[in-house]
């Protein structure tokens, strides 16, 4: 394991050089700040707060910029909502793969991705209440949060997401959950849905933001804890000004019990970016060790993912999107590797709306048809 780690190491810092060195989700990287400064979750995602909603969503995003949503109910309460769909058109190339009588089947459809709200209760200057409820899934994040002013220290205990990696809204992306298969895994464990019970704590300390967790470890977090095993995480991460340009270098550890295989995972990696006012390069790369288990079902696999991102803003409102993405579940970069390729545009016309087109293609393994995908997503938000 430890020569894998630092094969993932070295190849991490190859790509800080390639993508000039870089960041997080774009926009934090734009602000040169972490998610904190949009967001009522320091982890970000989810509920935005004033400036998030009024200054970044309206005034920084959108192409017409003359409607304000004021989503304040109170002084001490602020409510907020997702809701994403998508229609998909894709078409699997079968060509000389063994078995296959017609080369190609088309597939098309449309489907809700997400329908979220939020609520944020501030019973004090530095007391909150957060709820988050996933009305698709029937799934939620609720959770308590002691903190400072500007949210650059906080301890919160509850249920939700841990703070790992790049939190792109992209939740089938290979560093997040993949796309859902009977078969076989194209990803990490951060699906859309997941959430833990647990107790996380975050401080900006000497420019570095560093962040500590201690969670249950369990699939479902509504079910109580009754065993010893805890799963832990650790992060780090600094943004620092490089001229007119903001970069971003950062890294985590999460650990937790699997109980399908004998012994503990480990999950290692690091994210990097820089970017400008109109263009941002961003990458993550990731190590699980015993994350998925051998075909014998007996010994824990390693696996690899990498994520890609670069973005240009044509004008406001129009942004152009690059994606490469690869996932390896056992390391041998050929037999069982899928790897993706994106290109699309966001568009935000009005406050408040986003419209996504994309075309991604995906190799899959030896024995599997090569898929091409055709996506429009719209994205509403408040």
Not at 95 to 112: I, M, P, Q, R
Not at 131 to 158: C, P, W
Not at 280 to 299: F, N, R, S, V
Request: some cysteine; proline content about 3%; overall charge negative.
């Amino acid at each position: 394991m430890r020569h894998v780690l630092l094969s993932a190491l070295a190849t991490l810092c190859v790509l800080a050089v390639a993508l000039p060195a870089a960041a997080l989700p774009r926009f934090s990287l734009q602000e040169g700040e972490g998610c904190h400064l949009c967001h009522a979750n320091p982890s970000g995602a989810g509920l935005r707060n004033g400036y998030g909603v009024e200054k970044f969503g309206n005034d920084k995003l959108a192409a017409d910029d003359r409607r304000d949503i004021d989503a304040q109910i109170s002084d001490h309460l602020r409510v907020g909502g997702d809701i994403r769909t998508q229609a998909y058109a894709y078409i699997d190339d079968l060509d000389g793969v063994e078995g296959a009588t017609d080369t190609t089947d088309v597939s098309n459809g449309f489907f809700t991705m997400q329908a979220d709200l939020y609520a944020n209760w501030e019973l004090t200057d530095h007391a909150s209440v957060y709820i988050e409820q996933d009305i698709l899934n029937r799934t939620a994040e609720v959770f308590g949060m002691m903190a400072s002013e500007d949210h650059e220290k906080y301890i919160k205990a509850g249920s939700f997401l841990p703070n790992y990696g790049l939190r792109v809204d992209d939740h089938t992306a290979f560093i997040r959950g993949g796309n859902p298969r009977a078969d076989r895994d194209d990803g990490l464990f951060w699906e859309a849905n997941y959430a833990d019970s647990g107790v996380e704590m975050g401080a900006e300390i000497a420019d570095f933001y560093l962040t500590g967790g201690i969670y249950n470890g369990g699939a479902i977090a509504t079910i109580p804890d009754r065993d010893d095993e805890k799963a832990f995480l650790g992060r780090a991460e600094r943004y620092v000004e490089l001229g007119s340009l903001n970069a971003l270098l950062g890294g985590n550890v999460y650990t937790n019990n699997n109980s399908a295989i004998e012994g503990r995972m480990l999950l290692a990696g690091g994210f990097v970016g820089v970017g400008g006012d109109v263009w941002t390069l961003m990458g993550e790369l990731d190590i699980a060790d015993k994350y998925l288990a051998d075909d014998a079902g007996t010994g824990g696999l390693t696996s690899l993912a990498v994520f890609v991102e670069g973005t240009f803003r044509v004008a406001k409102g129009i942004h152009i999107i690059e994606r490469f993405e690869f996932f390896d579940p056992d390391l041998d970069l050929e037999s069982g590797r899928f790897w993706r390729a994106s290109l699309g545009a966001e568009l935000y016309p009005i406050p408040y709306l986003e419209i996504k087109p994309t075309f991604r293609y995906t190799g899959q393994p030896k024995g599997s048809a090569d898929l091409g995908e055709v996506l429009l997503q719209t994205h509403w938000w408040f």
